[in-house]
């Protein structure tokens, strides 16, 4: 297992040197939304800042600052497709976000966006491989019945991982390789997406109806 706890930006910055954050968590989910009006994709970020944040303080460190690094990572996909992670770096200077958070917002479209910076931090390596993880797990909850995030169990979203056919924008590569850089199993990462989408499940419209559900039958051992 690779040994990520030292990770630093490239910078140097250590996660206990990270600048503070201009806004509370009320004022960032009012720039994200002010430059993503698509409840979809404000929903997506709200769904990331819940997986960062649950992977903050399951590593022992800051969950406002991850939190808020997920929520913004797509500042600047709906108005800006094009360039995306290239517009952003404005976007967060204007309001007041240090460097090192800018180096983290953009390190998701590493590979994918030709302005993004390769993933250094843990924290940017974790953003990196939940980003699209929590896209495939939002799209297996919404196939269900009950709709409820509270019931999804990992080994059902490893079925529709394998599955090619579905959710086909899902980039299963970049979970891949994201898992691969973490030095972790992608059965550990889709636990832990899942556990912290239920921590926002009302924020995200993913409640559902949990207390009409009934086990999902498909989840047997033979379809790991």
Request: aromatic content about 4%; overall charge negative; glycine content about 8%.
């Amino acid at each position: 297992m690779t040994d990520t706890t030292n990770m630093t930006d490239a910078t140097g910055t250590t996660q206990q040197e990270l600048s503070p954050l201009p806004l509370d968590d009320a004022g960032a989910e009012a720039l994200l939304d002010a430059h993503n009006p698509n409840p979809a994709l404000q929903r997506h970020g709200r769904a990331v800042r819940g997986v960062m944040r649950h992977l903050a303080r399951k590593c022992g460190t800051d969950p406002d600052w991850w939190g808020q690094v997920g929520l913004l990572h797509d500042l600047d996909y709906e108005q800006h497709p094009d360039e995306h992670c290239a517009v952003t770096p404005q976007l967060l200077r204007d309001a007041g976000y240090g460097e090192d958070f800018i180096h983290a917002v953009t390190s998701h479209g590493w590979g994918m966006c030709p302005d993004s910076p390769e993933p250094a931090m843990l924290m940017e390596n974790y953003l990196y491989a939940a980003d699209e993880l929590a896209g495939l797990v939002n799209a297996a909850v919404l196939m269900r019945p009950d709709r409820s995030i509270y019931t999804i169990e990992p080994k059902s979203v490893r079925k529709k991982f394998k599955t090619k056919g579905f959710a086909v924008g899902v980039d299963r590569t970049v979970i891949t390789a994201g898992c691969e850089r973490l030095g972790i199993e992608l059965n550990d990462l889709i636990a832990d997406v899942i556990a912290g989408m239920r921590e926002v499940a009302a924020d995200i419209d993913l409640v559902g109806e949990c207390e009409r559900s009934t086990p999902d039958d498909s989840e047997t051992e033979g379809g790991q």
